[in-house]
């Protein structure tokens, strides 16, 4: 079995590498943190739409380039390096795999094209607040099609033009879509550690909405969404990871402390050499995620936890420690330590935290085990 990228993969993931290196500097993700009025930057959208990343698993007939998911991996670790900021993630990762996941054949008609053109703009909306994403005590109803209630926060919620909302219904828990431009629909955007994605709240109000998927059964529709994106959500951790390893060995062999560079000194070796393990690991397992995810193969559910969990960890160690080994530099404005570290915990809590994913692998494991 090979877990790595193939030729052709590594061709993509270089020119996608080429292409945001040009296009997607610190400078681009700092306008969008320094102007509170630009949510995204709808340029790089635009572009990466043009250059068919959007649809890159979505099949041909539904208006995508049908590459696969493992290529959607290439592209999405590629994007975490940059720290992108567009609603790639919320759009791709989430919505567009829901869709594909449990849209019936006129959702997937009418929606996936949209996608892969970038007209159609998707969040989840999960959350009622703080606390744990529970489908059995959420407080958003569903009456005879018509959705009520708060969702907050919700990553990419004051851009998407369409959601997916977990509420509950007569018969049970659901999930539904709901186009934002409906009655009823409120979007305000919030303050949050990481400006270079929105987060927003929803309110919705006897707004029309639509099932996804069969009523009632919410909770194991919502879980199954939740594994496709951990895995897609671990590569762009990855790829934060390892921009961050990199940002600190740069800095370490040219910055000089008692007339010796500091990455001669045991303890930055030792911080450098840590990053690149927990990078590492994060890495096998994201490439576990990948073949189960593009597989579709039952070891999904094992395989997305773990991927989540080794890529959550790596990516928030990578950007704690860049930080400090940019000593005192490393808290300032003028240096890109900070939106990595910003990114990282959103990233971070963008599906549900650390400790949500380790509970659900290790009930997964068990129930493995029980078997």
């Known amino acids: 079995m090979n877990f790595d990228y193939s030729d052709d993969q590594k061709f993509l993931k270089q020119e996608v590498r080429k292409f945001l290196s040009a296009r997607c500097t610190s400078a681009t993700t700092r306008a969008i943190l320094d102007d509170d009025s630009q949510l995204f930057d709808p340029v ?21 380039s049908g590459m696969g998911h493992v290529e959607l991996c290439a592209i999405a670790e590629e994007l975490g390096r940059v720290v992108a900021p567009i609603p790639f993630a919320s759009t791709v990762y989430v919505f567009a795999e829901g869709i594909m996941k449990a849209g019936n054949d006129k959702q997937k008609s009418s929606l996936l094209p949209g996608i892969a053109a970038g007209e159609v703009i998707g ?48 018969t049970g828990p659901g999930l539904f879509l709901v186009d934002l ?6 979007q305000r955007t919030l303050k949050t550690l990481d400006p270079t994605r929105n987060v927003a709240q929803l309110t919705f109000c006897d707004t029309i909405c639509e099932p996804l998927g069969t009523e009632g059964e919410g909770a194991a529709l919502l879980s199954a969404i939740l594994d496709r994106a951990a895995v897609l959500f671990a590569f762009e951790q990855v790829g934060g990871a390892d921009r961050c390893l990199e940002m600190a060995k740069n800095y370490a062999l040219e910055r000089y402390a008692f007339g010796r560079v500091i990455g001669s000194y045991q303890a930055i070796k030792h911080k450098l050499a840590d990053i690149y393990v927990k990078a590492e690991l994060a890495r096998s397992s994201a490439y576990y995620g990948a073949w189960a995810l593009a597989t579709d193969a039952a070891e999904l559910p094992e395989a997305a936890a773990a991927a989540r969990i080794a890529g959550s960890a790596a990516y928030d160690f990578a950007a704690k420690e860049n930080l400090q080994t940019h000593g005192g530099m490393g808290f300032t404005w003028e240096i890109d330590c900070h939106l990595h570290l910003r990114r990282a915990r959103q990233l971070s809590l963008a599906l549900g935290g650390l400790p949500v994913w380790r509970e659900r692998l290790v009930r997964r494991i068990e129930r493995c085990n029980a078997a």
């Open 44 to 64: 790089l959208w635009r572009e990466v739409v043009e250059l068919g990343w959007i649809g890159a698993a979505i099949p041909s007939e539904h208006g995508g």
């Open 181 to 186: 431009a409906a009655d009823g629909v409120t």
């Open 123 to 170: 969040c989840l909306a999960t959350s009622d607040g703080p606390g744990l994403v529970d489908a059995d005590t959420t407080t958003a109803t569903v009456k005879d099609g018509r959705l009520s209630g708060i969702k907050v926060p919700v990553t990419d919620g004051a851009i998407a033009t369409h959601a997916i909302v977990l509420a509950g219904a007569d």
